[in-house]
């Protein structure tokens, strides 16, 4: 048509196969009844070519694919359906097929500023029998868009695929450009698989992606959204170069893994999910790779509410200035059940130090609410395994700190610490706060020298052994001794040979430079 208006309207059908061109300046599209996509011909493609909006005001029907183009000029397409479901069958592409415009294109879909949803009717069809959403930037020029556009609506889909020529992602393009609502882009539907590599972009803060369905959606292009991340089922698969990254100011995108959903980031160049300042990781799914929790990122297992365990199938990485959230619900039903665990199938790296420690927030839970922990007295002693591996390096006890300002048990006089069995993380509550436990079994070995052994004692801590010929004193260093997984410990003191009266205290932490007075 050229130039003037093209309008489906008062009952009037247009089926395809057929291409629709728009030329000159003032066309126009409005297309208020049905449009029909009929094969063998793939697709109707309606190709706009000057700058202008061409909308989808009634309902698409059929079984092939609907290609929506820009060439040469900026395209912006607009679906504004408010009277029944468009129940096409052949998929959605997008794309500016022109490899070498005069300069940069962009073809848009966008939705309703309004946000009003369309009153409950689908836009893009999807679910079983229905088709994918594809966009495609045939040119190596940038700035050459295939964009969708959510402008604050929420949409579902099957699988997104989204390619570019001349390697060059950011010309593909999700976002919503739209500051009021936050619009959520669901991907999977119908099981689907997807490949997208574009980008995800958020100018405004109100873009969040949610993956369902048992299909594995892989993103190898930048991911700028602030909105959750949420993988509900199936496989959210990070390769190559894909990742989240922190935009200027701003929090990046908190990421929850459902029961038997899976982030996997192993097909990254650096086959590691590394979370950034301010992000967050929580939920009880899998993550395949390395796990790195980097200063100011957040692990929290479950819910707020419920105790979760979170899997890596990988090394975890505990870098100084994270925090992993261990919630507690009751102190004696064990890992998973009565508190918070993170199951890791290889190696535990503590790289945290004391002059950059790890923090372990401990949270009080009380059936699902915030409160008291059931069964923990301040008087017993408590150990509570949240982190399981195939072993731990790197482990030191000044690497971690213990935050109890989410804990409302009363602790009494007692302290938290992080132990390390070797192939796990402990935190263990010492009533005492630098008491060892007790010590059992004072003797003489066969050489003469004085031995005495002891439980209780925290995994992986280092304790001061001092002696005194007199109960009073004066103490002197003897040496020290490191629990085993357990708790117990021995200790030899091979610079005293059958000495008449000894007297020997075990204390924490094992500082020289000042001992308990």
């Not at 698969?237 to 100011?249: A, H, N, Q, V």
Request: glycine share 14%; hydrophobic share 35%; net charge negative.
């Amino acid at each position: 048509m050229n130039p003037g208006a093209l309008l489906l309207n008062s009952g009037v059908t247009f089926t395809s196969p057929g291409v629709i061109t728009l030329l000159g300046p003032g066309s126009t599209f409005t297309a208020s009844q049905v449009i029909a996509l009929t094969p063998p011909a793939a697709a109707c493609r309606i190709t706009g070519q000057n700058a202008d909006t061409y909308e989808f005001e009634g309902v698409i029907t059929g079984t092939g694919a609907l290609d929506l183009c820009s060439s040469p000029a900026n395209s912006v397409f607009e679906f504004n359906n408010t009277t029944a479901n468009n129940i096409w069958s052949g998929g959605l592409i997008i794309e500016t097929p022109v490899a070498s415009p005069s300069a940069a294109r962009t073809v848009e879909l966008v939705f309703p500023a309004s946000g009003n949803g369309f009153g409950g009717v689908t836009q893009i069809p999807h679910g079983a029998g229905k088709g994918d959403v594809m966009l495609y930037s045939a040119s190596a020029v940038s700035g050459s868009l295939a964009r969708l556009n959510l402008e604050n609506n929420s949409i579902t889909i099957n699988g997104l695929y989204g390619f570019s020529a001349g390697v060059m992602p950011a010309n593909v393009v999700v976002e919503n450009s739209d500051n009021v609502l936050m619009s959520t882009l669901t991907i999977g539907d119908g099981n689907a698989n997807g490949y997208y590599a574009g980008v995800v972009l958020d100018p405004n803060g109100k873009t969040a992606i949610t993956k369902i369905g048992t299909g594995t959606q892989v993103f190898t292009g930048t991911m700028v959204h602030q909105g959750p991340t949420t993988i509900s089922a199936g496989t959210f698969e990070l390769s190559g170069s894909g990742g989240f990254i922190l935009p200027p100011d701003v929090s990046p995108s908190p990421i929850t893994i459902a029961p038997g959903a899976t982030l996997d980031a192993s097909e990254r160049t650096d086959g590691t999910l590394t979370l950034l300042t301010q992000q967050s990781l929580g939920g009880s799914g899998t993550v395949i790779g390395t796990l790195a929790e980097a200063s100011g990122s957040t692990v929290s297992e479950g819910t707020s509410t419920t105790i979760g365990t979170l899997a890596n199938t990988g090394m975890t990485e505990l870098q100084g200035g994270g925090t992993n959230v261990v919630k507690v619900q009751d102190a004696m039903t064990g890992p998973g059940v009565g508190n918070d665990v993170l199951a890791v199938s290889g190696v535990i790296n503590v790289q945290a130090t004391s002059a950059s420690p790890f923090t372990i927030a401990l949270t009080s839970l009380n059936a699902g609410a915030p409160g008291n922990v059931a069964n923990f007295v301040n008087t017993s002693t408590y150990t509570w395994t949240i982190a399981t591996g195939s072993s731990v390096t790197g482990f030191s006890p000044g690497a971690f700190t213990v935050n109890t300002a989410g804990f409302s048990n009363p602790l009494g006089s007692g302290q938290f610490f992080v132990g390390n069995t070797g192939t796990s993380l402990v935190l263990v509550f010492v009533p005492t706060g630098n008491d060892v436990g007790s010590i059992i079994n004072p003797a003489i070995n066969g050489s003469g020298n004085p031995t005495l052994s002891g439980s209780g004692g925290i995994p992986g801590y280092m304790y001061g052994v001092e002696s005194a010929p007199t109960v009073k004193g004066p103490w002197s260093e003897a040496g020290n001794v490191t629990p085993a997984a357990n708790g117990s410990w021995s200790f030899t003191d091979s610079s005293q040979h059958n000495p008449i009266t000894i007297f020997y205290r075990v204390y924490f932490p094992d500082n020289p430079s000042n001992p308990p007075q």
